[in-house]
Nanobody
Framework: QVQLVESGGGLVQAGDSLRLSCAAS????????MGWFRQAPGKEREFVAA????????NYADSVKGRFTISRELAKSTVYLQMNSLKPEDTAVYYC??????????????????WGQGTQVTVSS
């Protein structure tokens, strides 16, 4: 089992920045990729970013490319999502997830094995 706890969400204004963190515990001796997804009210959960086990492979949704950066700190079993130039349309609950296939950075939510509870990000205009 892997437990995931997200933090760093909040209420910001358009153009501001936030950094989300997701700490994994449990099967941290395993290798795994990690990803971020988000879900806005009334919408389906959508892919945001993903990073492979060693960080050599990353993937981003087109809507966040150039504004968001995913990174991970293996020693702390933590993945980060640096979000810059935030827009109102970035408002959503952000979830981190673990993919036990460690060498990919997949966009497909069905490929992820564990999910966190989510953290709310609200961007006001």
């Amino acid at each position: 089992q892997v437990q995931l706890v997200e933090s760093g969400g909040g209420l910001v204004q358009a153009g501001d920045s936030l950094r989300l963190s997701c700490a994994a515990s449990g099967r941290t001796f395993s290798t795994y990729a990690m990803g971020w997804f988000r879900q806005a009210p009334g919408k389906e959960r959508e892919f945001v970013a993903a990073i492979s086990w060693g960080g050599g492979s990353t993937n981003y949704a087109d809507s966040v490319k150039g504004r968001f950066t995913i990174s991970r700190e293996l020693a702390k079993s933590t993945v980060y999502l640096q979000m810059n130039s935030l827009k109102p349309e970035d408002t959503a609950v952000y979830y981190c997830a673990v993919d036990l296939g460690p060498y990919r950075a997949t966009t497909l939510p069905g490929e992820y094995d564990y999910w966190g509870q989510g953290t709310q990000v609200t961007v006001s205009s």
